[in-house]
C-alpha cells in the first residue's frame, strides 16, 4: 500500500518562504514523476508542478522562478521550496505520484494547508 505523507505547510506573510515535503512509502522511482497540485477556497485542484524520474521538472507559468521541486531518493522524499508567497498561493497544497503503468490512478497524500497573508 503506497501512502504520501505531506508536511511543512502552514502561515506565512507575502513574500515569506515555505518548503513542503512528501514522503513515500515505497521507493520513489516506483513512479513514473511526483509532484504538487494545489486547491484553492474557490477552485479546483490545479498542477503545480511535477518531477519525473529522469529529472525533468515542470511548472505551472504561476509558480515559475518561485516554486522549485526537488527529490531525495534516500529518504523517499519531494519536496517544494516555496519563496516570494503571494495571497494568491493560499491553498491545500497535495503531493502527488504518478504511477509507470499508463492508465493506472495517481496516489495523493492527505493534503497541507499552506496560507499567505497579505
Known amino acids: 500500500q503506497v501512502q504520501l505523507v505531506e508536511s511543512g505547510g502552514g502561515l506565512v506573510q507575502s513574500g515569506g518562504s515555505l518548503r513542503l515535503s512528501c514522503e513515500s512509502s515505497v521507493n520513489i522511482f516506483t513512479f513514473y514523476a511526483m509532484g504538487w497540485y494545489r486547491q484553492g477556497p474557490a477552485g479546483q485542484r490545479e498542477l503545480v508542478g511535477l518531477?519525473?524520474?529522469?529529472?525533468?521538472?515542470n511548472y505551472t507559468d504561476s509558480v515559475k522562478g518561485r516554486f522549485t521541486i526537488s527529490g531525495d531518493n534516500a529518504k523517499n522524499t519531494v519536496y517544494l521550496q516555496m519563496n516570494n508567497l503571494q495571497p494568491e498561493d493560499t491553498a491545500v497544497y497535495y503531493c502527488?505520484?504518478?504511477?509507470?503503468?499508463?492508465?493506472?490512478?495517481?496516489?495523493w497524500g492527505q493534503g497541507t494547508q499552506v496560507t499567505v497573508s497579505s
Open positions: 518531477l519525473t524520474n529522469s529529472g525533468r521538472t
Open positions: 502527488n505520484a504518478k504511477h509507470r503503468r499508463v492508465g493506472a490512478p495517481d496516489y
